[in-house]
């Protein structure tokens, strides 16, 4: 069962086996979001039902969202994969992925990066990046939904650790 916490404005954190296999989040971290759907919950971001049509995470809540993964012991990550499908609204996208070697008191960014979704032709988005990162404690994604700043609800299709 994957672990969880609600992260609210307020909260201080918003300052295993390691292979060639897709890694357990639910076995190694815990998982902090900003918000999350009841209907979509951050669960669906680890179920491994991916691809187009794939469960998703949606925000609760409109505008900018963070997720961050809580290892229980360092760890060393190879690769991060993501998956984003928008299959309604026309938007930018803007993302950053940034990692802890400290228990979380400070973060570097390893990427950062937009996607463009323009349904009803382009609604899927898949990367693959090499984050080689040797005793990560934490991993913190962080979206903003739409860089024109209209109302919009970050989204996640899967989210895997190598």
Do not use: C
């Amino acid at each position: 069962m994957l672990r969880k916490q609600i992260l609210r404005p307020d909260s201080e954190t918003m300052s295993p086996k390691t292979s060639a296999t897709t890694m357990s989040v639910a076995d190694i971290a815990s998982v902090q979001v900003s918000s999350e759907d009841p209907s979509y919950p951050i669960d669906h971001a680890f179920d491994n039902h991916r691809g187009p049509g794939g469960t998703r995470w949606m925000a609760g809540e409109v505008g900018e969202q963070t997720i961050i993964l809580a290892f229980d012991q360092p760890q060393r990550v190879q690769k991060v994969g993501l998956e984003i499908e928008e299959p309604e609204t026309s938007r930018t996208q803007e993302l950053s992925l940034a990692v802890s070697r400290d228990g979380g008191h400070t973060y570097r960014e390893v990427l950062r990066q937009e996607y463009n979704f323009s349904p009803p032709h382009t609604t899927f988005e898949r990367e693959s990046w090499t984050v080689p990162v040797e005793d990560m404690t934490h991993l913190r994604l962080t979206i903003k939904p739409d860089k024109g700043n209209r109302p919009s609800r970050a989204t996640v299709t899967s989210l895997t650790l190598q």
